[in-house]
């Protein structure tokens, strides 16, 4: 059993940044593949990142490559995603989730676990 708890939204102008954290519980934390999803008022839950389990592979939507990042500290128990050159369609709920299958996804099935979410508004 994972237990995720996100933190770090907020409301910034276009082109802020922010950093979202994920902490986990679980002792196996180690072996999940974490990922990084978002929804915004009328929309489907979309993916945004993922990471591996050791952290060695990354992957991204195309809406946000080159301005996001996630990160694992596997030893604390945390995720992050590290938001740069914020637009207004970034707005929405994000959501983190983990996945037993280390190796990453971008499809929601491929997560077993997820948090409440923190809401991300970005403003014109």
């Known amino acids: 059993q994972v237990q995720l708890v996100e933190s770090g939204g907020g409301l910034v102008q276009s082109g802020g940044s922010l950093r979202l954290s994920c902490a986990a519980s679980?002792?196996?934390?180690?072996?999940?593949?974490m990922g990084w999803f978002r929804q915004a008022p009328g929309k489907e839950r979309e993916f945004v990142a993922t990471?591996?389990?050791?952290?060695?592979?990354?992957y991204y939507a195309e809406p946000v490559k080159g301005r996001f990042t996630i990160s694992r500290d596997n030893a604390k128990k945390m995720v992050y995603l590290q938001m740069n050159s914020l637009k207004p369609e970034d707005t929405a709920v994000y959501y983190c989730?983990?996945?037993?299958?280390?190796?990453?996804?971008?499809?929601?099935?491929?997560?077993?676990?997820w948090g409440q979410g923190t809401q991300v508004t970005v403003s014109s």
């Open positions: 990471i591996n389990w050791s952290g060695g592979y990354t």
């Open positions: 679980g002792r196996t934390f180690s072996s999940y593949a």
């Open positions: 989730a983990a996945g037993r299958t280390g190796e990453g996804s971008s499809r929601l099935p491929g997560y077993n676990y």
